[in-house]
């Protein structure tokens, strides 16, 4: 993770501030709940290739990022975002370091001037306030449904709590908005339930808040494992190239025997993701992609427990295989 890829969606902080210590406005009706917010929320499209894809929803919470829930995008080969006659392709997929949170932030090329919505803080929401879900459930863009918070549930001891809604929310709504009566961000749907029950959870959008933090402290972490998998740093912490192939070259995989497809697939994968991200390969011809800490030291132990050599084959935007140190 670059800091001009942090810098093109974090939250301002006199904003932030702003927006945590402003007196409560006038409830609004659900007709303009709906007028206020609505204009930040799409509907996300993951393709994974052959005919198949998923569809969610996604929430802009900057002028140039969306929020959504990562299982919307997983294992997609491209993303896009749409509303009405609008089309938006995702650049890159920045995941949560924390794989027990299903959140992600999706960015483009370029900067964008999408319309944005102020967050607003957990510690000012109660069980019994009224909400709004905005989604696109089984597809159906910008849906509005009414609900309370039902209840507020921590994960752990001093984290903050999922929150618990009985706003109706269907398939196609995970990584929509819940929105409070002042049309602001209280959480990003990410888990739904069958059949239309009024019983849906929302991560709490203080969380996207949070994220640029919590990817930077993330590095050193990181960058201690990839010398673990013989990754060679420069002095700046960043991966020095091997000059085997260019990045977007699948010609440069390795053949493993069999068909080329299946690694090709997983490498596309590998390039829609966001910093920090690796390309892995062993030597029992396992392949795939870690994008955190935690999944890079369970690929380790996996490949400890089966006795195989690691490698990379590329980190972040440089390829370094072929001129790696011995894996450790």
């Known amino acids: 993770m670059t800091a001009n890829t942090l810098r093109r969606w974090a ?3 006199a904003g932030f501030w702003l927006a945590v210590s402003a007196c409560h406005a006038w409830a609004l009706q659900p007709e303009e709940v709906f007028r206020k917010a609505s204009p930040a929320v799409w509907t996300v499209k993951g393709d994974h290739g052959n005919n198949e894809a ?3 929803s996604a929430v802009a ?3 140039g990022a969306l929020v959504t829930a990562c299982h919307v995008v997983d294992g997609a080969v491209s993303v896009t975002a749409t509303q ?3 089309s938006l392709k995702i650049n890159s997929i920045l995941r949560d370091p924390d794989p027990s949170r299903d959140l992600c932030v999706l960015l483009t090329s370029t900067p964008l001037q999408l319309p944005a919505v102020p967050i607003a803080p957990v510690d000012g929401l109660r069980v ?3 909400v709004f879900a905005i989604g696109s459930p089984h597809g159906l863009e910008l849906t509005l449904s009414e609900g309370l918070i039902s209840a507020l549930r921590p994960k752990a001891q001093g984290q903050l709590p999922i929150i618990q809604t009985s706003a109706p929310v269907s398939a196609g709504s995970s ?3 819940l929105f409070d009566t002042e049309g602001r961000l209280v959480g990003v749907t990410v888990r739904v339930t069958p059949g239309g029950a009024n019983l849906g959870f929302a991560y709490p959008a203080q969380w996207v808040m949070e994220l640029p933090q919590r990817v930077t402290a993330e590095l050193a972490t990181w960058r201690e494992l990839l010398k673990n998998v013989g990754v060679v740093l420069g002095p700046n912490g960043e991966p020095t190239p091997s000059g085997h192939a260019d990045l977007a070259d699948e010609a440069g995989l390795p053949a493993l025997g069999g068909s080329s497809e299946p690694m090709r697939v997983a490498y596309r994968q ?3 993701q966001a910093h920090p991200r690796a390309f892995l390969i062993t030597s029992d ?3 795939g992609t870690a994008t955190n800490s935690a999944a890079l030291t369970e690929h380790l132990k996996g490949c400890t427990a089966r006795k195989v050599v690691c490698a990379a084959y590329a980190v972040d935007d440089t390829v370094v295989w072929g001129k790696q140190q011995a894996a450790k």
Do not use: S, W
């Open 285 to 287: 011809n396992k392949f």
């Open 175 to 177: 990584g929509g908005g």
């Open 128 to 130: 019994g306030q009224r």
């Open 11 to 13: 939250f301002p902080a």
């Open 54 to 56: 998923a569809i969610g």
């Open 84 to 86: 009405g006659q609008a």
């Open 270 to 272: 590998f390039l829609l």
């Open 61 to 63: 919470v900057t002028t």
